[in-house]
C-alpha cells in the first residue's frame, strides 16, 4: 500500500490523513443535505462538524493509545501523530457523540432530528475512511490463504511485511457502504430517532463480526476482544433506541 501520498521537500502528505479528510467532508456534506430536509438549520453544519471531528479525534486517537500502550512508552511524541494512521473508530464514536451532545446543548437543538441527519454521513465516512487505513496498514487482518489475500510490503505501513492478510479495512469499508444504503432506503420509512438507532445496530453487527479477522491488537476480555464488547453494548443500545422510538 502507500501510506504516504505526496511528499515535497518538506511537506509530508499521508494517505490515511487525506482520506480521512475527504470522508469528513462528504459526511458533513450530506448531513447539511439530510438536515435540510428536515427543516433544520443547515447552516450550523460546520459548526456541529468542528465538534464532531474534534471529539472524534480525541477520542479514537485516545482508545488507540490505550490498547498500543507498550508501544507509546517508548515513542512518546507519536501519540500526537495521528495523521499517521492509528485511530480506532468506536474511540472517535464516543468521542464524537459527547461533542455533539454539547453542541446540541449548546446551540438548543433538536436530538433526534440531528442524529438521524448525520446517520448516513456517518456511516458513508467509515467506508472512506478505511481507505485511509488500507494504505497506513493499520486495522489489518489475520494471515489467511484466501484468495483476496493482501500483502503489504511498504516498510512504512503499519501492518506486519510480506504476509497475505484478510483485508479487513476493505471489510470494514464494504459495511460502511452497505450501512449507507440501506439507511437511505429505509429513511422515510422510521419514526424520528429510530434511523440512528438502525445505524448503531447494523455497525455493531458488523464490527463484531470482521473482528473475528483482525489481526492487530485491541484488547481482550475473556474470549471476546474489547471491541466486540462494546459492539455488544452498542448494538443492544441500538435496539432500545429503535424500540422506544417506534411510537414517536
Not at 471529539?55 to 512518546?76: C, N, Q, T
Not at 500483502?151 to 452497505?178: K, M
Not at 458488523?206 to 471491541?227: H, K, P, Q, V
Request: aromatic content about 16%; glycine content about 10%; proline content about 5%.
Amino acid at each position: 500500500m502507500h501510506p504516504i501520498l505526496i511528499k515535497l521537500g518538506p511537506i509530508t502528505i499521508y494517505t490515511y490523513g487525506f482520506f480521512i479528510a475527504a470522508a469528513i467532508l462528504l459526511g458533513l456534506t450530506i448531513t447539511s443535505i439530510e438536515a435540510k430536509k428536515k427543516g433544520l438549520n443547515n447552516q450550523l453544519v460546520s459548526e456541529l462538524g468542528f465538534y464532531l471531528v474534534l471529539g472524534a479525534l480525541i477520542g479514537a486517537r485516545i482508545f488507540f493509545v490505550i490498547i498500543s500502550w507498550d508501544y507509546f512508552l517508548k515513542h512518546p511524541l507519536e501519540i500526537f501523530m495521528f495523521w499517521k494512521g492509528g485511530l480506532v473508530f468506536l474511540g472517535g464514536a464516543i468521542g464524537a457523540a459527547l461533542a455533539s451532545i454539547f453542541f446540541f446543548k449548546k446551540f438548543k437543538q433538536p436530538f433526534w432530528p440531528w442524529v438521524d441527519s448525520m446517520a448516513p454521513g456517518v456511516a458513508i465516512g467509515q467506508a472512506i475512511g478505511r481507505i485511509g487505513c488500507l494504505c497506513a496498514g493499520c486495522c489489518y487482518g489475520k494471515p489467511t490463504s484466501v484468495p483476496w489475500a493482501i500483502t503489504f510490503t511498504n516498510p512504512d505501513s503499519l501492518a506486519p511485511l510480506f504476509v497475505p492478510l484478510h483485508p479487513t479495512e476493505l471489510y470494514h469499508s464494504l459495511a460502511g457502504l452497505i450501512t449507507f444504503l440501506i439507511l437511505i432506503f429505509v429513511k422515510k420509512k422510521l419514526k424520528s430517532g429510530q434511523l440512528f438507532g438502525l445505524l448503531l445496530i447494523l455497525y455493531a453487527v458488523f464490527r463484531f463480526n470482521i473482528e473475528f479477522f483482525r489481526g492487530d491488537y485491541r484488547g481482550n476480555i475473556g474470549c471476546l476482544s474489547a471491541t466486540q464488547v462494546v459492539a455488544i453494548a452498542v448494538f443492544c443500545l441500538g435496539i432500545i433506541i429503535f424500540w422506544k422510538r417506534r411510537a414517536k
